[in-house]
């Protein structure tokens, strides 16, 4: 007769990625009372969700989390979400363990544990990403950021999709407009802001200041170019009618080594073309606005002062 340790090896044959329903443990000769027994604490297993077990004593993975919800939605779930976002690649997603899973309409799981089942009369299409069915990109991501109501959260996942991309401003869109209306305002008015190629959280507050600044408005990330075509850079924000460029500069993107000398290349090329330039790290808009203003006005006035060097502007091709 076999042992327990002998039926092992044929149980994680048996389990999904060390996952597996009490149920089918029974079936394969493990009685129930023994699943409890090795369950509690100090044993080898551990209880996931109401009636699914994993074949160990550590710390579940997340793959182990989102395969214990696919088998309590019984076949039935699609993984959305911050958790779908993840294995789609991004990396601005707010932490967390939970597995968010859409399920039919007429469906009427629970959402035990770390499980939040979420029930639709517009189940997407299966994309099967790694093994795991999962929604489409901009269902999942807007299935998790309509729970958020950080904006710059929202702002920066947002922007990583669409630049990464993994889906366009269109599908995004799109979504909005078909998908659950719960929670979509804040989306819905970042989305409008990602209409004028905003790129970053950063430019989202420094435009907040060059409204309190008084200045004319800008236009974001145009190309900038000489009088013979010649590219001189791809400005956060410009006012073209002084030739005034302004940069968020984060020591993230801009100072390491070889980001660094691009950096300075693209400032020689802004004095080479006659361009007023100020230069911002994103910190100094939260911990400095009045200074960051000042610059800005100090730096207008100078420009206004100077005749218009001959340069030129192109708009890049919205994603």
Not at 190 to 213: C, I, N, P, Q, T
Request: charged share 25%; glycine share 6%; net charge positive.
């Amino acid at each position: 007769m076999k042992t327990n340790l002998d039926l092992e090896p044929c149980l994680r044959q048996h389990s999904s990625h060390g996952v597996i329903r009490v149920v089918k443990l029974d079936e394969l000769g493990v009685h129930s009372r023994t699943t409890y027994r090795r369950c509690q604490p100090g044993g080898p297993w551990t209880y996931l969700l109401p009636g699914i077990v994993l074949l160990s004593n550590s710390r579940p993975t997340a793959r182990q989390r989102i395969e214990a919800a696919l088998l309590h939605a019984r076949g039935a779930g699609l993984l959305t979400g911050f958790e779908a976002a993840r294995r789609f690649g991004l990396r601005n997603v707010p932490t967390g363990n939970e597995v968010h899973l859409l399920v039919p309409a007429d469906c009427q799981f629970r959402s035990p544990g770390f499980v939040l089942i979420e029930r639709t009369t517009h189940v997407p299409q299966r994309r099967d990403v790694g093994g795991v069915p999962t929604a489409p990109p901009a269902r999942a991501i807007l299935d998790g950021v309509r729970r958020l109501r950080d904006r710059d959260a929202v702002t920066a996942l947002l922007i990583e999709a669409r630049q990464s991309g993994l889906c366009s401003l269109a599908e995004l869109s799109a979504e909005l407009q078909t998908g659950s209306r719960r929670g979509t305002a804040l989306p819905r008015a970042v989305l409008k802001s990602l209409a004028d190629d905003l790129r970053s959280v950063a430019e989202a507050h420094a435009g907040k200041l060059w409204r309190r600044a008084g200045l004319p408005p800008p236009s974001r990330n145009p190309v900038l170019l000489h009088a013979d075509g010649r590219y001189i850079a791809t400005p956060d924000l410009w006012w073209d009618e002084v030739a005034l460029a302004w940069e968020i500069d984060s020591f993230e993107h801009h100072f390491r080594r070889h980001d660094y000398a691009a950096t300075l290349e693209r400032n020689a090329r802004y004095a080479g073309a006659g361009v007023i330039l100020v230069q911002t790290v994103p910190s100094r808009l939260k911990r400095a606005p009045d200074a960051v203003i000042n610059d800005l006005r100090a730096a207008y006035d100078i420009a206004r002062t100077r005749p218009r060097p001959p340069l030129q502007t192109r708009r890049p091709p919205l994603v």
